[in-house]
């Protein structure tokens, strides 16, 4: 059996990451290419308040990453998303996707209500569904969300 490490990261070496890069640009995934600009240049480096990236690892080798940002979309500070998550197309279906949202959603609990993410592909929204996300409401920018806490300043409420 291999060990599945799932890491936080805090500087972003995109030499370790190029062929999931490569893979989820050959399967038409985008999001990807914008993570590594994006994180470059200072526009999303995952360290606001809140917030992190997480790589999952199998001997020393990267086969996932999935981020947790506040969420753009939604102007409420209590409004968290799952961003960039991707698999190893090899790793897929073996937990590691499980391992990395599970984590994402026990450090979202620390600090938001809600928890949103944007996914465009069956396979993904039935992921998703299996660990306890809905799709309803309909929020543009938004396809799935999973509500963390019930508070007074519900984010639910708002929209």
């Known amino acids: 059996m291999e060990w599945i490490v799932i890491a936080r ?19 038409g995934f985008r999001f990807f290419e914008r993570l590594i600009p994006e994180y470059s240049s200072g526009l999303n480096c ?13 001997q020393g080798a990267i086969v996932g ?9 939604f102007n409420h500070p209590k409004v968290g998303r799952s961003r960039h998550l991707y698999v190893e197309s090899g790793w897929r279906k073996r937990g590691v996707g499980r391992l990395l949202v599970t984590q994402l959603i026990h450090a979202a609990k620390q600090h938001y209500q ?26 543009e920018h938004t396809t799935h969300h999973l509500q963390l806490s019930q508070e007074e300043d519900d984010p639910l409420s708002l929209y």
């Open 9 to 27: 990261i805090s500087e972003f070496e995109a030499e370790s990451m190029n062929h999931l890069a490569e893979e989820s640009l050959s399967q």
């Open 46 to 58: 995952f360290d606001r308040f809140g917030e992190m990236l997480l790589t999952a690892s199998v």
């Open 65 to 73: 990453i999935g981020g947790l940002n506040q969420d753009p979309y």
């Open 114 to 139: 809600l928890l949103t993410l944007r996914t465009d592909t069956p396979a993904a929204a039935e992921f998703y569904q299996k660990l306890g996300f809905k799709t309803h409401p309909s929020w």
